[in-house]
């Protein structure tokens, strides 16, 4: 079963996947949506942590230290950025820790590298936009007649006129206004940094 939400906290993220566990759909894996695969209804606690490793031994040992600790990691690559771990209520505390964190500035950690990586995503997209905006582009974006390039549409009539207009204007409008899909973007990951650089600075003054 795949399933398609966006999160921003990585607390509500987890609780989700463990009411998914208990309900028989355990995350197998994660790209642009959540991947699930059927198991036996069952209390499973999930943690995610974010990290990006510079190689795949890296990976390996940063997964195996895990294991150690009677956590499995289910779904995240070295690339990925968000890494699942899982543990089952049949694991029992016995075999390893309570979490995957060993303290609320390891935990707050997270957010603070997340934030890292919308700012890396965001900053070199400012320059692309500098060059797209500009006088011409400007005029550009202020004469939609412009956008249109079917030869001799203005001078078209009834209903011809109005079958070449509507069945062009989806590709005017991208050519007109492409970079403004761009400013969107660079303000959406500007969002995302800032939010996870405020989640970081609030769980570090909770544990002052």
Not at 176 to 199: D, E, M, N
Request: proline content about 3%.
């Amino acid at each position: 079963m795949k399933k398609f939400r966006i999160f921003l906290r990585l607390d509500k993220e987890e609780k989700w996947l463990e009411r998914m566990a208990s309900q028989g759909w355990l995350l197998a894996s994660k790209s642009w949506c959540y991947n699930f695969q059927k198991i036996t209804p069952e209390n499973q606690t999930i943690r995610i942590d974010y990290r990006i490793f510079k190689s795949q031994k890296d990976f390996s040992d940063y997964c195996m230290l895990f294991e150690d600790s009677g956590w499995h990691h289910i779904a995240g690559n070295r690339n990925s950025g968000s890494q699942y771990f899982r543990k089952s209520s049949a694991t029992g505390s016995a075999t390893g820790t309570e979490d995957i964190f060993s303290d609320t500035l390891s935990r707050a950690g997270r957010y603070k590298r997340i934030s890292d990586m919308w700012l890396s995503a965001a900053i070199p997209l400012v320059p692309l936009l500098t060059v797209l905006i500009n006088e011409e582009s400007l005029s550009y974006l202020f004469t939609p007649r412009e956008w249109y390039l079917t030869p001799g549409l203005w001078e078209l009539e009834g209903p011809g006129f109005w079958y070449a207009f509507l069945f062009e204007t989806p590709f005017a409008v991208g050519r007109g206004a492409s970079w403004c899909l761009l400013v969107i973007v660079i303000i959406c990951y500007c969002i995302f940094a800032v939010k996870s650089r405020l989640q970081y600075r609030s769980a570090v003054r909770l544990n002052e």
